[in-house]
């Protein structure tokens, strides 16, 4: 087995000082986790150029993160900024750049905690949304940080839903201008990154306005501040919103706009444009605007939300082979806290929940891709599939990892709400993920109309997108399972899967559909059934990411070890989600009471079979030291050491303290006298 040590060249962990329970663990494993990470990886070249790419930036020592947890909110903003600007000059030192798939590489060591994130959005929202003229103009400033930008789409009074947004941008023919107000103080844009203090410009979501007529929320490139002085640009009120659970290095700010006026040409226009004489032209869907929340949603789960997931199971799972605890047997020594059941119950399904993710976010990315590219061709018959997939996978796949980090946290016992644990910081940060970019349950009524729409399709004998081509199977006959071994079959759980799906969307649509028979207007009827199309969402979800899994599994016949292991998390996710919903399950029919006791002890000998390999697991994602910045979480396994040694850097420890000074030297001396 092989590591990256703290100065980032490759070792052997033979010469470094491990932890004997670590080291134990990792001598059993079934499996080359090289190969693991590889898989993982895309290939072992994509695993050399990560690490040399990882490596470049541990070197750095303005990349490090060592003072992270002792640091104020302004130097959390200082360091990310400085951190931006030299990831911009290593990349023109060495040729990177963010079009190719080794962006995730530098975005990965550096563990997000770089500015200009939403400067990366607002190039894209340019590249999806611009004209050749305007990518032309725009990007090699944007590129070059000339100018830095940000995306103001949020406003104080509405976030997710787009045609509710109150700013408005009104043409004149006379001027060839438009003028951007903020009406009201509800149409403040809010929240948007690098807004606060960094950005010159934005792009900035408004309702057009022509010759008196609203044609609907376009994008605009404003400037709002100067490239002298860094100043508000007149009619431009701009600033930070203040302190946050998380994300202290990033400058979320507010911006409002008093007769903000730009030219003609600052109006995104591949897909719309207003001619010189007003006229108003567009092509493609009302829903293109959804095209850069979707790309934008699609890189937050590979950069942001499901590494978090992986880096809490790391520090989970090695802490847990570390930290000892009452005694299994009398007579023994105190057992790893990993050898208990229950400990095993809680973060061995989260270990396979992050290998299902991993491996649906490939499939997510190739997904993507071809839409994206067939989008930008003029061709958008993939779009509502894409916005909804992406929709529900973002709704789901945040929810699961904040649910995971969390459980992860817990897991740790006290130590795990110690910010030296990393725990909290990771916690933190992606539940956010579980609003920002549209909320989940806004994103899964979103995907459950789609879903709606494709099973009136089906009914209608009309042909279906791959992805919820499965609605147009019947149902087999009921689960034939006689024994735990029956339940560690893919079709068998797949199917469960299936129906399941089928049926939560069915009964929505049903109701739905008799709501609006009754008599019920339909938007009345729709929030009626809102909690059951929700259900339905996340069910025709999970089946997505159980099928993907199988597939993947499938696939990997090269790997005989790999798949083995690969099989068992594939099937401990499926029989966890089977496990944790049994209500659903059983009401379909398909699987019995008899059956769903046999999933329940399948399930839990799961447990003990992936426990042995739980550690070469974790470490086949391959986070460094510096990346996953826990003292809980290293590659040896020094849980306590760390957490002294960090103890003593904090800054408290340190200073003189103002409050006994103030308060508690005059307490003590007054009791001189008495003692």
């Known amino acids: 087995m092989a590591q990256w040590n703290r100065s980032g060249y490759f070792r052997s962990s033979v010469s470094r000082d491990v932890n004997p329970d670590l080291e134990a663990e990792r001598r059993t494993a079934s499996f080359s986790v090289e190969r693991l990470t590889a ?44 951190k931006a600007v030299r990831l911009k000059e290593k990349m023109l030192q060495r040729g990177w750049t963010e079009n190719r798939p080794e962006t995730k590489y530098f975005y990965r060591a550096l563990g997000g905690d770089v500015a200009f994130n939403v400067h990366r959005v607002f190039k894209n929202s340019i590249l999806a949304l611009g004209t050749d003229e305007q ?36 043409f004149d023919t006379s ?46 490139i404003v400037q709002i501040r100067s490239l002298r002085d860094h100043l508000p640009a007149p009619g431009v009120t701009v600033g930070d919103i203040g302190p946050k659970m998380n994300f202290e290095h990033i400058d979320n700010g507010y911006l409002m706009l008093q007769s903000v006026t730009i030219p003609r040409e600052n109006m995104l226009g591949r897909f719309s444009q207003v001619l010189p004489d007003g006229t108003y032209m567009k092509r493609g869907s009302d829903k293109i605007n959804y095209l850069t929340m979707i790309v934008t949603r699609v890189e937050m789960l590979w ?9 809490a199971c790391t520090i989970a799972v090695r802490y847990s082979v570390v930290r000892r605890q009452s005694k299994l047997n009398p007579g023994e020594a105190e057992a790893k806290i990993l050898d ?82 990393g725990l909290p910081f990771l916690y933190t940060k992606v539940a956010a993920s579980c609003t920002y970019e549209g909320d989940n349950t806004v994103l899964f009524l979103q995907t459950a109309r789609y ?22 199977l019947t149902n087999s006959r009921k689960c034939w399972v006689r024994t735990e071994a029956d339940l560690l079959k893919p079709d068998i759980y797949a199917e469960a899967y299936r129906r399941r799906a089928s049926r939560l969307l069915s009964t929505a649509a049903a109701k739905l559909q008799a709501l609006i028979q009754s008599g019920a207007e339909e938007y009345v009827a729709w929030n009626r059934c809102t909690v059951q199309l929700v259900q339905a969402a996340k069910a025709h979800c999970q089946y997505i990411i159980v099928k993907n899994f199988i597939d993947t599994v499938e696939k990997l016949t090269n790997e005989a070890e790999i798949q ?18 049994t209500g659903d399950f059983l009401h379909d029919g398909y699987i019995s009471g008899d059956q769903m006791d046999l999933v329940t002890a399948s399930y839990l000998d799961l447990l003990a079979v992936i426990r042995s390999d739980a550690v070469p697991l974790v470490d086949a994602f391959d986070f460094t030291d510096e990346n996953l910045n826990s003292a809980l979480g290293s590659y040896d ?22 409050a006994y000074e103030s308060y508690l030297k005059p307490l003590f001396q007054g009791a001189l006298s008495k003692l």
Not at 572 to 580: K, V, Y
């Open 135 to 170: 990518i032309a103009k725009w990007i090699p400033l944007a590129e070059k940080y000339h100018i830095i930008g940000t995306y103001a789409q949020t406003e104080l009074g509405h976030g997710t839903f787009l045609r509710g947004l109150e700013t408005t941008a009104t």
């Open 451 to 472: 879903l709606v729409k494709c099973l009136a399709a089906v009914h209608a004998g009309q042909p279906t997108p791959p992805s919820v081509a499965y609605l147009s």
């Open 303 to 311: 950069v942001e939300v499901i590494p978090a997931l992986q880096k």
């Open 340 to 421: 208990y059941q229950t400990q095993q119950q809680k973060l061995l399904p989260l270990l396979a929940t992050a290998y299902a993710l991993h491996f649906m976010n490939a499939y997510v990315n190739k997904f993507y891709s071809k839409g994206y590219t067939e989008i930008r061709e003029g061709n958008f018959d993939s779009l509502p599939e894409l916005h909804a997939l992406t929709s529900g996978l973002k709704a789901i796949i945040t929810d699961y990892c904040t649910a995971g980090a969390e459980v992860c946290l817990r897991a740790c016992g006290g130590h795990g709400y110690s910010a030296l644990s």
């Open 39 to 82: 898989v993982l990886d895309g290939g072992a070249d994509n695993t050399r150029t990560r690490r040399a790419m990882e490596a470049v930036i541990h070197r750095d020592p303005v990349f490090s993160r060592e003072k992270q947890y002792f640091q104020s909110q302004n130097e959390r903003y200082e360091a990310a900024v400085r």
């Open 564 to 581: 083995k292991i690969m099989k068992h998390l594939c099937d401990l996710f499926a029989l966890h989600g089977i496990f944790s919903n």
């Open 175 to 220: 001027t060839q201008e438009f003028t951007l107000n903020t009406p009201r103080i509800s149409a403040m844009k809010w929240w948007p990154g690098d807004l606060g203090r960094s950005a010159t410009h934005a792009v900035v979501f408004a309702q057009l306005y022509v010759k008196g007529e609203c044609y609907g929320l376009h994008p605009f």
């Open 637 to 658: 396994g020094h849980v306590y050491q760390r957490l002294y040694e960090w103890a003593q850097k904090s800054p408290t420890n340190q200073q003189v303290s103002q």
